[in-house]
């Protein structure tokens, strides 16, 4: 199992204003447990050209 290191920058926002998410917790959390970050997802409400939206990739 390997966990980041750190938090890259999100290049929607362009800042480390990620959603995290730990080993602990559900994958379809939307709040991070505070354990090792092991995911992040984008934070940005954008629609994507497929009209999926960002944070949901």
């Given at each position: 199992m390997k966990f980041l290191r750190r938090v890259p920058?999100?290049?929607m926002t362009?800042?480390?204003?990620?959603?995290?998410?730990s080993v602990q917790d559900k994958?379809?959390?939307?709040r991070w447990g505070g354990q090792n970050?092991?995911?992040v997802y984008t934070t940005f409400?954008?629609?994507?050209?497929d009209?999926?939206?960002?944070?949901?990739w």
């Open positions: 920058v999100d290049p362009h800042g480390t204003d990620w959603g995290k998410r994958a379809d959390s939307t970050v092991f995911d409400d954008g629609t994507a050209l009209g999926t939206k960002y944070k949901d």
